[in-house]
């Protein structure tokens, strides 16, 4: 089992930024591969970042340049900034034990945490 709590969500004006963190804790082994995803009101869950142990970065066209994931230890953090109205949305945190080239956006992880709301207004 492994728990995951977000942090750092808030209410910023287009072009500022945030930085999200996920402390995770319990099984760290279903941690090699840690994402994160998003949900904006109506439509489906994305996935925004994923690494594999700090490493192999992929992220979605849509945040490319603007977004940046990184892992040290047990603490997972997601940089933004130039923020638009479309990364309007709850941020979810994600882990899984899978192998290294299964770890990208495109791939459901098991563990999620609670969330924590971005909200960007023009």
């Known amino acids: 089992q492994v728990d995951l709590v977000e942090s750092g969500g808030g209410s910023v004006q287009a072009g500022g930024s945030l930085k999200l963190s996920c402390a995770a804790s319990g099984n760290m082994r279903a941690t090699y591969c840690m994402a994160w995803w998003r949900q904006a009101p109506g439509k489906e869950r994305e996935g925004v970042a994923a690494?594999?142990?700090?490493?192999d970065e992929t992220y979605a066209d849509s945040v490319k340049g603007r977004f940046t994931i990184s892992k040290a230890g047990n603490i997972l953090t997601l940089d933004m900034h130039n923020l638009e109205p479309e990364d309007t949305a709850m941020y979810y945190c994600?882990?899984?034990?899978?192998?290294?080239?299964?770890?990208?956006?495109?791939?459901?992880?098991?563990?999620w945490g609670q969330g924590t709301q971005v909200t960007v207004s023009s």
């Open positions: 994600t882990a899984g034990q899978i192998s290294r080239w299964a770890c990208t956006i495109r791939n459901h992880l098991p563990h």
């Open positions: 690494t594999y142990s700090g490493t």
